[in-house]
């Protein structure tokens, strides 16, 4: 009974295991990196998909950070006022996710998007056929290319450190690498490269206007309504590290010739969306932003109380010039070399303020900030040779009172 025992789970491993071996094999040569063992899988109807978001909004969104984060996107205006951001999250990502990698686990899994399929009381050879019958390729090597990393790369413990207490700027740079792995070798398998020349051939630049192209696409993406509905900031937050990723990854897999420039990204981690956006920066310059120091700016003054602090980087900048009308922001927001904003409350009335500091390299891309913005942003703002401060709420003695603390 033991060896037969062992038998039917042979059986059952190598029918899932199965329909991925060519697939395994290929993205080996693509990635240049080999499997060290297989990655369990299955399969999630949307029912389960949506269960599965939620235990990982109540787990990493916290009541308290949800409230933080939409305290600095309704005080920057690019949400209403009476958005709810976990309840939006778990629609967008129930929409829009076909496929996920989680590193706690170790395990993936791929979405079944038709209706009617009762998945709860299907075999797993039978899983392993719907995939095959359902499931595009490349979301299968997307997919992969993070089991495969998280065999080789410490994303378990980089998530962790991501959700525990770290800053806008630094999640999205950091996801960028993640999703521009898979997303370049994704291209790379659909382009139908050869597999051997280990994505050698590929190069993928343009991604902002690819982005763009996506966003402002008059006509609704077919499998993308929630997408087409979100506010900007989440259109380009879920956009941006697959695609400007992809265009990152791609620079630094040719700078070198090879994956190694890649391979050793994870352990010399992109600080900021700025070096995804500029490649070359974090391949040449490895600068630390000049953030400015809020350790004594204060965290109550009157009636006003902090509610946060973050980091934005040159792709908040980006956004809030966009979702503003500024029609050359990203010439505008280039020059970034840090900022901090701190996101305050008034304990009367609950409207909210903030007050944003962010410095560039030269005078130069100051002025071409300060320029761009027109009569575009509805806040104050200030300039100084290498610094902007944009501030809403706050009349000016309390701005010359935040002054004092950061300066």
Do not use: C
């Not at 990982?56 to 933080?68: G, L, V």
């Not at 500029?278 to 953030?291: C, F, G, S």
Request: charged share 25%; glycine share 8%; net charge negative.
């Amino acid at each position: 009974m033991p060896d037969a025992g062992q038998a039917v789970g042979q059986l059952a491993s190598d029918a899932v295991a199965a329909p991925l071996a060519g697939l395994m094999s290929e993205l080996e040569m693509r990635r240049d990196l080999e499997f060290k063992y297989f990655t369990p899988w299955h399969v999630k109807d949307k029912v389960q998909l949506r269960a599965f978001i939620q235990q990982q909004i109540e787990k990493d969104y916290t009541p308290r950070k949800a409230m933080e984060e939409e305290a600095l996107l309704k005080v920057l205006g690019l949400v209403s006022l009476d958005f709810d951001v976990r309840a939006f999250i778990e629609e967008l990502l129930t929409d829009a996710v076909a496929g996920a990698y989680d590193p706690a686990t170790d395990q993936f899994f791929l979405v079944d998007t038709e209706a009617g399929q009762g998945f709860r009381d299907r075999m797993h050879v039978k899983a392993s056929r719907a995939v095959l019958g359902n499931m595009n390729p490349i979301i299968i090597v997307h997919e992969l290319d993070h089991a495969l990393g998280g065999q080789h790369f410490p994303l378990r413990s980089t998530f962790a450190e991501l959700m525990a207490d770290t800053t806008l700027d630094q999640q999205m740079a950091v996801m960028s690498l993640v999703e521009g792995d898979a997303t370049f070798v994704m291209i790379d398998h659909q382009k139908k490269r050869k597999a051997e020349s280990a994505g050698s051939e590929t190069m993928i630049v343009g991604s902002d206007l690819l982005i763009d192209m996506v966003v402002n696409f008059p006509i609704p993406i077919p499998g993308a309504g929630k997408l087409n509905e979100a506010p900007l900031f989440f259109q380009k937050s879920l956009l941006f590290p697959y695609y400007g990723g992809a265009e990152f990854v791609s620079t630094l897999r040719h700078y070198g010739g090879d994956w190694r420039e890649v391979d050793d990204a994870y352990s010399s981690l992109p600080r900021s969306t700025e070096e995804i956006f500029h490649p070359y920066r974090y391949l040449y310059l490895q600068n630390e932003p000049a953030y400015p120091d809020f350790a004594k700016l204060p965290t109550k003054f009157g009636d006003w109380e902090k509610v946060r602090d973050d980091t934005g980087g040159e792709f908040l900048v980006r956004i809030v010039l966009e979702q503003y009308g500024v029609d050359d922001y990203q010439e505008a927001a280039e020059g970034w070399n840090g900022d901090r904003i701190r996101v305050f409350r008034h304990q009367q009335t609950g409207a909210l303020g903030f007050y944003w500091v962010i410095r560039w390299d030269h005078p130069t891309e100051a002025k071409e900030f300060y320029n761009s913005l027109g009569s575009h942003l509805p806040f104050v703002v200030e300039q100084e040779e290498v610094a902007s401060i944009l501030s809403l709420a706050f009349d000016k003695k309390q701005l010359a009172q935040l002054r004092k603390g950061w300066k």
